[in-house]
């Protein structure tokens, strides 16, 4: 079997490793189908998934599995873990609960477990096992249908009712798996389905969240093909099992209007009908804030909060911190909500950024609430090793139910998120943010480009990412030419890798220089600015950072660095040696030295980055200001 599913390769100790790693996944989740049985095993559990997640992830590195091989396994893996009972969740015992008192006529938002009224199921071993027996229910009502379903054939004091859910449960997660192999490579259907911490939530503890991934993945799947109304009816039904969806809404309504709302709207309320009542709210609200109010679990940014405040002030902060948290994140809604219809983000990433925020703001965080973000991440075909991070850790947090160490655990899992999160995305918000300041570039400078004279010419000397270049190509209309000593060029206009010394082209080649915070990293500032001005024609123009007191040009010369070696993945390092900083006059009195006059002065930015910008001519041809072409 395995030489079926693991690829040959021409390296023999990769393909010993691929074997090893297969098998060693293997064990361990035929292992935690015996081990997990009980409570007290949370420690080997938690070996078992660590284990296991190293194989995972090795196969998943370097196993080149065939998609067939991928579903196969993915469900030999939930075979093997579906007969283990609710050891480290009790969360199953409330499904069968409720399903019962649906049997029963009765409404599962209408009373608590603990009213005498239930007398007579108070009897059944559910009862026993039940947390939060003075709350309502508070699983939404597509959820309650599957609890119903499940408990059609109960009996009494064993734990078929169970069984039947998870089977329902684990049906619903397989269909997602397969639809979500209808839109990924195989990789990264193995990346969620052979997961040993997906693999313990879902086929191990039964959880809900199975049910709400079939839903999710019906709604990105149809609103690719343009079916927003159906996808919205979809999306409807997975708030319905999980609550958290129906936040997603607005990201339809962005992409298909009102026609993507109103289908969904009308299936929401014809479930919400099944169990309306003028009890229901009052009771699930006040259960809903016992969760929100009271509990706290595995929620690294609360709990960092939480003891910077007690730290600072002797005293609990959790009761204001929670609510403050909530509204964060409630206001934060409008902006996201905001920012995906302009940067027109794809519905999974959207989902995905959303549930990441309500996660990192949220008081309680069970290791199963993963599920969510590591099956959306894998939809996208993306790396996150965030949430991977952040699963398996969170699977040690179980440790808590039999005294083991718990909050190393959620250190670990938080600062470890927070560190590989940084890793995948700060890149990407730094170029964005690259990408903004250079338009704030080139506002300062915008006045100072001729008018009127046909089609500039332009070199950005010193481009680094090139931006500022682009702005002038797409405002203007210029030709741009970028050039630096380093090759960090981000567009697609033409770049030139200098080397120190003369500029290699002839006397005014170009209408217009830019020296962008340039001057200060060259080894010889005044040739530079001298072969900047034989090689235009009309004017150069200086932005540079300026400072007025030591202590200011310290800072800026750290701020410089540390600046630069970030945006340059250290290719920078050799111009750190070169930095010299000079005042507004100081530079004023070298151009003079260099034949140029500044025409016009500006300044730009405040405090520690000061700027002061100079547009310069050569002194032989220099006008007055009145006569500056604007």
């Not at 999980?242 to 479930?271: C, D, T």
Request: charged share 15%; glycine share 8%; net charge positive.
């Amino acid at each position: 079997m395995i030489s079926v599913i693991v690829r040959k390769s021409p390296n023999r100790w990769l393909t010993i490793w691929q074997l090893v790693a297969h098998v060693g996944l293997c064990a361990a989740v035929l292992t935690l189908g015996f081990v997990a049985v009980d409570r007290s095993h949370v420690p080997l559990i938690f070996g078992l998934v660590v284990f296991g997640s190293v194989c995972w992830i090795v196969c998943w590195r370097w196993g080149n599995f065939d998609l067939k091989a991928v579903i196969l396994y993915a469900l030999l893996f939930r075979l093997a873990l579906i007969g283990l009972p609710p050891s480290v969740s009790d969360d199953a015992y409330r499904y069968v609960w409720d399903g019962l008192v649906q049997q029963n006529d009765g409404n599962p938002y209408r009373l608590a477990p603990e009213d005498v009224i239930f007398s007579d199921l108070q009897q059944d071993i559910t009862f026993k096992e039940l947390n939060s027996k003075a709350y309502v229910s508070v699983y939404p009502p597509v959820s309650q249908l599957i609890f119903r379903l499940g408990t059609a054939w109960h009996t009494p004091d064993n734990l078929r009712s169970y069984y039947l859910i998870k089977g329902v449960l684990l049906l619903a997660e397989l269909l997602a798996i397969f639809l979500l192999a209808r839109i990924v490579s195989s990789g990264f259907v193995l990346l969620y389905a052979w997961s040993p911490v997906v693999l313990l939530e879902t086929a191990g503890q039964a959880h809900t969240e199975s049910a709400a991934l079939l839903a999710l993945i019906l709604v990105i799947s149809l609103a690719r093909r343009g079916y927003g109304g159906w996808a919205s009816s979809f999306l409807a039904i997975a708030g319905w099992v999980k609550l958290l969806p129906f936040l997603f809404f607005p990201f339809l309504w962005s992409r298909f209007g009102w026609r993507s709302v109103w289908p969904g709207g009308i299936v929401a309320v014809l479930l919400a009908l099944l169990f309306a009542a003028p009890y229901v709210l009052n009771n699930v609200a006040g259960s809903l804030d016992l969760y929100a109010r009271l509990f706290e679990f595995n929620a690294g940014p609360y709990y960092g909060m939480k003891a910077v405040m007690q730290w600072f002030t002797g005293e609990d902060w959790s009761k204001q911190i929670g609510p403050f948290l909530r509204l964060v994140f409630l206001v934060s809604l409008p902006v996201l909500y905001f920012v995906s219809a302009r940067r027109r983000w794809p519905l999974a990433q959207a989902m995905l950024i959303t549930t990441g925020f309500y996660l990192v703001l949220a008081t309680t965080v069970h290791p199963w609430y993963l599920l969510i973000p590591l099956f959306l991440v894998a939809s996208l075909q993306a790396y996150g090793w965030h949430w991977v991070w952040l699963g398996v850790c969170s699977a040690g947090t179980y440790l808590l139910y039999v005294g083991g160490p718990y909050w190393i655990f959620v250190i670990a899992g938080w600062l470890g998120w927070g560190i590989l999160g940084a890793i995948r995305y700060a890149p990407k918000f730094l170029q964005g943010a690259m990408r903004w300041r250079a338009k704030q570039k080139f506002r300062k400078i915008n006045p100072f480009f001729p008018r009127n004279s046909g089609i500039l010419t332009v070199l950005d000397l010193g481009c680094a990412e090139g931006y500022v270049g682009k702005c002038i190509r797409d405002r203007l209309g210029a030709r741009v030419l970028l050039a630096d000593v380093v090759a960090m060029n981000r567009t697609e206009l033409p770049h030139v890798l200098l080397q120190p010394g003369v500029l290699p082209w002839s006397n005014g080649h170009f209408d217009i220089i830019l020296l962008y915070f340039v001057l200060h990293h060259a080894e010889d500032p005044e040739m530079l600015i001298r072969e900047a001005m034989r090689v235009c024609t009309r004017r150069v123009i200086v932005v540079e950072s300026v400072y007025t007191t030591p202590v200011q040009l310290k800072l800026l010369t750290v701020l410089d660095k540390l600046a630069n070696r970030l945006r340059s993945y250290g290719r920078m390092n050799l111009q750190e040696g070169a930095l010299r900083f000079r005042t507004s006059q100081e530079w004023s009195t070298l151009f003079q030295k260099c034949d140029a006059r500044s025409i016009a002065e500006f300044k730009t930015g405040i405090g520690p980055f000061a700027g002061a910008g100079f547009v310069l001519e050569p002194h032989l041809t220099v006008r007055s200001n009145a006569n500056i072409e604007k």
